[in-house]
């Protein structure tokens, strides 16, 4: 069994800045792909940044491109989420997810295992 562990989140005011750090442990795999999705209060759970673990091909969510980075350490098996700019309306739980097979990077049930969560809140 893979468990996936975040941390990194809490409070900043907008425009400020949060690294998410999600790792990796358990039984020795390579993912297909890892990604960061993040789910607010009243509302669905959404994609947010995906990386290719082969190739470091990353994608994101037209709300955070340019602001949030996608980034790994294959030594440490571990994914990062960095958040620049950060606003309000990024307020919420973020979960990483690995995908075992060749799924869709953007789709929730693509992915095999879920980390628990962290909150990230954003004050304006």
């Known amino acids: 069994q893979v468990q996936l562990v975040e941390s990194g989140g809490g409070l900043v005011q907008a425009g400020g800045s949060l690294r998410l750090s999600c790792a990796a442990s358990?039984?020795?795999?390579?993912?297909?792909?890892m990604g960061w999705f993040r789910q607010a209060p009243g509302k669905e759970r959404e994609f947010v940044a995906a990386?290719?673990?082969?190739?470091?091909?990353?994608y994101y969510a037209d709300s955070v491109k340019g602001r949030f980075t996608i980034s790994k350490d294959n030594a440490k098996n571990t994914v990062y989420l960095q958040m620049n700019s950060l606003k309000p309306e990024d307020t919420a739980v973020y979960y990483c997810?690995?995908?075992?097979?060749?799924?869709?990077?953007?789709?929730?049930?693509?992915?095999?295992?879920w980390g628990q969560g962290t909150q990230v809140t954003v004050s304006s």
């Open positions: 997810a690995a995908d075992k097979y060749a799924g869709s990077y953007y789709r929730e049930i693509d992915y095999d295992y």
């Open positions: 990386m290719r673990w082969s190739n470091s091909i990353t």
């Open positions: 358990g039984r020795t795999f390579t993912p297909y792909t």
